[in-house]
C-alpha cells in the first residue's frame, strides 16, 4: 500500500475517532495480504476488535450506571436448590430482554431468601449487555431519593431520572414498613414513579408480600389500586414458594464453620 494512502486511512480513522495504531494498522494488513483475504474480511478485521473494545466500554458503563447491590451472573445461580419453585426456561427467556422491548412489567412475589433479589439483578445485568439502560435501587433507597428531592424542590427532576430508563427494578418492596413511616408520602411518592413509567417502560419490582396486602402495606387502599393496577396489568408475575438459599447457608456455616487461622 502506498504510503500515502496509509496515512490516509489512518487520518480518516483518526477523524473518526477511531482509536486504530499504525502497528494495528499494519498487522491486519500484513494479515490480509499474507492469508489472501477479501475486502470485507480485511475492513471486518480492521474495525472489528476496536467495536468490540467500544461495546465492552458500554456495557461496562451501563452496568455501573444501573448500581447494582452486586453482581449477580446468572451462569452462576444455583438452579438445583429450588428446582420445582424456579422456571430456569422462563428466566433464562427474561434475559434476552424481550419483555423489555415489548415494555412490559415483571413481579417477582415470595418469601425471602428465595433468590427474588438474584434472579431479578441478574435479568438487568442481562439487559445492560443487550444494550438497554437500567437502573436497580431499593424501595427504601427509592424512596429516601425522593424525599430528599421534596425538601430541595427538585422532585419532577427525580421523577424524570427514574422515568428515562428501560428497565427500573426496585427491590425489597414491603420488606418492612420504615420507609412509608418515615415518609408521610412515600405510598404517593412511588405511584409518581410507576403512573410515569407505566406502558412507557419496562419496572421489575420485587416484594415478599402478596397483592391483596399491598393497601395496608401503603397505607391508601384507593391508591394501592392504582398502583396496582398500573404495575400488575400486563405483567409477567412470578410468585416462587421454596426453601430460603439465606437459611441453608447459615446451617451450612454451623456444621463446617471456617478453619481458624
Not at 444455583?78 to 434476552?96: G, M, P, S, Y
Not at 431479578?120 to 433507597?141: D, F, H, K, N, P
Not at 401503603?218 to 391508591?223: A, C, E, F, S, V
Not at 421454596?242 to 481458624?260: E, L, T, W
Request: with cysteine.
Amino acid at each position: 500500500m502506498p504510503a500515502d494512502l496509509r496515512d490516509r486511512i489512518l487520518a480518516d480513522f483518526a477523524a473518526l475517532k477511531v482509536p486504530l495504531g499504525t502497528d494495528a494498522f499494519d498487522a491486519v494488513l500484513a494479515r490480509a495480504e499474507r492469508e489472501g483475504l477479501s475486502h470485507q474480511q480485511f475492513l471486518h478485521l480492521l474495525i472489528a476488535e476496536q467495536a468490540n473494545r467500544r461495546r465492552e466500554r458500554s456495557i461496562a458503563s451501563r452496568i455501573r450506571e444501573a448500581r447494582f447491590a452486586e453482581r449477580k451472573p446468572l451462569a452462576e445461580f444455583d438452579w438445583e436448590f429450588n428446582k420445582t419453585a424456579i422456571d430456569r426456561v422462563q428466566i433464562e427467556d427474561l434475559a434476552t430482554g424481550a419483555f423489555i422491548r415489548r415494555q412490559d412489567n415483571l413481579v417477582l412475589v415470595g418469601q425471602s431468601g428465595v433468590g427474588k433479589s438474584y434472579l431479578v439483578q441478574s435479568i438487568a445485568e442481562s439487559a445492560c449487555v443487550l444494550g438497554y439502560s437500567v437502573r436497580y435501587t431499593t424501595s427504601a433507597a427509592l424512596l429516601t431519593d425522593l424525599t430528599k428531592s421534596l425538601a430541595d424542590q427538585t422532585l419532577p427532576q427525580r421523577i424524570r431520572y427514574y422515568a428515562r430508563f428501560d428497565l427500573l427494578a426496585i427491590d425489597e418492596f414491603a420488606f418492612d414498613r420504615i420507609e412509608r413511616t418515615e415518609s408521610p408520602q412515600a405510598a404517593n411518592l412511588l405511584y409518581k414513579i410507576i403512573d410515569a413509567r407505566s406502558r412507557k417502560r419496562s419496572t421489575a419490582l420485587v416484594t415478599n408480600i402478596d397483592f391483596d396486602a399491598w393497601g395496608d402495606y401503603l397505607g391508601d387502599p384507593p391508591l394501592a389500586m392504582a398502583f396496582l393496577d398500573r404495575i400488575v396489568d400486563g405483567a409477567i408475575i412470578l410468585k416462587i414458594s421454596g426453601k430460603s438459599y439465606r437459611a441453608h447457608r447459615g446451617r451450612q456455616s454451623k456444621i463446617n464453620p471456617a478453619p481458624k487461622s
